[in-house]
Antibody
Framework: QVQLVQSGAEVKKPGASVKISCKAS????????MHWVRQAPGQRLEWMGWINPDNGNTKYSHKFQGRVTITRDTSARTVYMELSSLRFEDTAVFYC?????????WGQGTLVTVSS | EIVLTQSPATLSLSPGERATLSCRAS??????LAWYQQRPGQVPRLLIFDASNRATGVPARFSGSGSGTDFTLTISSLEPEDFAVYYCQQRSNGLTFGGGTKVEIK
């Protein structure tokens, strides 16, 4: 079945960067874009950006532009999301989600805690 | 950016009751709207896409309606596993989510 498995929880200091992975299985990896979504405590879901695994093209939300980089390794069927210049308010769960125009399925989520 | 406003923020109902959730867009999104369910401690799950189509495996008690700026998710008779947070999402212009409606047990 289609599965997205993300890397484990991270604790980072303010100003640092974090890189999260999302490994896909059960479908043609290059056929569907992959999105990243942030869910901060008590906040709404926020779309961060997406990548076309076939050609590596990306599109980022204006809110995260300049701080987020999404890449992929097609041989490993894995997409990565790196967020830099971390702030306390970046403490959140980050999800990858496959693009079927809508998001289905979602990865299990990766908790990133920004703490001094 | 299109803003999605969900109401009410919290809906307190008993199992077997009907739930009606609203999602209003700041400008028309035609029918480019989806609903997701997020149970406590779980991952969001696609329920409804294109405003009114149930995703694979979604029970028939879930239905979506609306177009333009006003949308509704209806759960005809609440089951225990339906108590969760529901988010709407638009993809007509950019990509945004609503703030969510929590359906809790009364």
């Amino acid at each position: 079945q289609v599965q997205l498995v993300q890397s484990g929880a991270e604790v980072k200091k303010p100003g640092a960067s974090v890189k999260i992975s999302c490994k896909a299985s059960g479908y043609s990896f290059s056929s569907h874009a992959m999105h990243w979504v942030r869910q901060a405590p008590g906040q709404r879901l926020e779309w961060m950006g997406w990548i076309n695994p076939d050609n590596g093209n990306t599109k980022y939300s204006h809110k995260f532009q300049g701080r987020v980089t999404i890449t992929r390794d097609t041989s490993a069927r894995t997409v990565y999301m790196e967020l830099s210049s971390l702030r306390f308010e970046d403490t959140a769960v980050f999800y990858c989600a496959r693009d079927l125009f809508w998001f289905d399925p979602w990865g299990q989520g990766t908790l990133v805690t920004v703490s001094s | 950016e299109i803003v999605l406003t969900q109401s009410p923020a919290t809906l307190s109902l008993s199992p077997g009751e009907r739930a009606t959730l609203s999602c209003r867009a700041s400008q028309s999104v035609r029918t480019f709207l989806a609903w997701y369910q997020q149970r406590p401690g779980q991952v969001p799950r696609l329920l409804i896409f294109d405003a009114s189509n149930r995703a694979t495996g979604v029970p028939a008690r879930f239905s979506g309606s609306g177009s333009g700026t006003d949308f509704t998710l209806t759960i005809s008779s609440l089951e225990p596993e339906d108590f969760a947070v529901y988010y709407c999402q638009q993809r007509s212009n950019g990509l945004t989510f609503g703030g969510g409606t929590k359906v809790e047990i009364k």
